[in-house]
T-cell receptor
Framework: DAKTTQPTSMDCAEGRAANLPCNHSTISGNEYVYWYRQIHSQGPQYIIHGLKNNETNEMASLIITEDRKSSTLILPHATLRDTAVYYCIVTGGFKTIFGAGTRLFVKA | NAGVTQTPKFQVLKTGQSMTLQCAQDMNHNSMYWYRQDPGMGLRLIYYSASEGTTDKGEVPNGYNVSRLNKREFSLRLESAAPSQTSVYFC?????????????????FGQGTRLTVV
């Protein structure tokens, strides 16, 4: 599976959009981009995934660049409850590897 | 539906003791996983089971054994616990990725087992 690079931490004001970047320059053609988050010490929670096209669900939007070497997770209206560690993962098989993620702090 | 259930939630072991962490899922998923998470770090894959009857090593399998008891249950055993195995252990399950359709399914995680080896 391809490796990913994410910023260690980010801040966001409550009510504003949170844009979390991820670089995955070695992604292969059959690998998907997944985003999970982990709130405090709970089990990770699935957010969204995509292959080539941009995706949107009730939680977030995922923007994947045309060359697929990077992506951005967008939380459109961040709330205090969105404070968490966000993991960007690239995987095409079973050995899903989690990196250190981005710690997002949403501030009032 | 309960999703993924792990037992126990907390455990303290003495060095050299053995124990089995239990995991069960009720979503009829084919694939199951065991991860560990050390303080301030991401999750590391210990073992996974792509489907009932199969198991494979992940990133950090040493010191652990697994059993895929049936489609619902996937257990993790520590034969001789060491302080380095102090961690939070997460079990997860997902639909299997079959044929040429790799990826495309999300994993569901349990709430974790907090293990301390003294």
């Amino acid at each position: 599976d391809a490796k990913t690079t994410q910023p260690t931490s980010m801040d966001c004001a409550e009510g504003r959009a949170a844009n979390l970047p991820c670089n995955h320059s070695t992604i292969s053609g059959n690998e998907y981009v997944y985003w999970y988050r982990q709130i405090h010490s709970q089990g990770p929670q699935y957010i969204i995934h995509g292959l080539k096209n941009n995706e949107t669900n009730e939680m977030a939007s995922l923007i994947i660049t045309e060359d697929r070497k990077s992506s951005t997770l967008i939380l459109p209206h961040a709330t205090l409850r969105d404070t968490a560690v966000y993991y960007c993962i690239v995987t095409g098989g079973f050995k899903t590897i989690f990196g250190a993620g981005t710690r997002l702090f949403v501030k009032a | 539906n309960a999703g993924v259930t792990q037992t126990p939630k907390f455990q303290v072991l003495k060095t050299g003791q053995s124990m089995t962490l239990q995991c069960a899922q009720d979503m009829n998923h084919n694939s199951m996983y065991w991860y560990r998470q050390d303080p301030g770090m991401g999750l590391r894959l210990i073992y996974y089971s792509a489907s009932e009857g199969t198991t494979d090593k992940g990133e950090v399998p040493n010191g652990y054994n697994v059993s895929r008891l049936n489609k619902r249950e996937f257990s993790l055993r520590l034969e001789s616990a060491a302080p380095s195995q102090t961690s939070v252990y997460f079990c997860a399950s997902s639909e299997s990725r079959t044929g040429g359709e790799l990826g495309g399914t999300e994993a569901f995680f349990g709430q974790g087992t907090r293990l301390t080896v003294v």
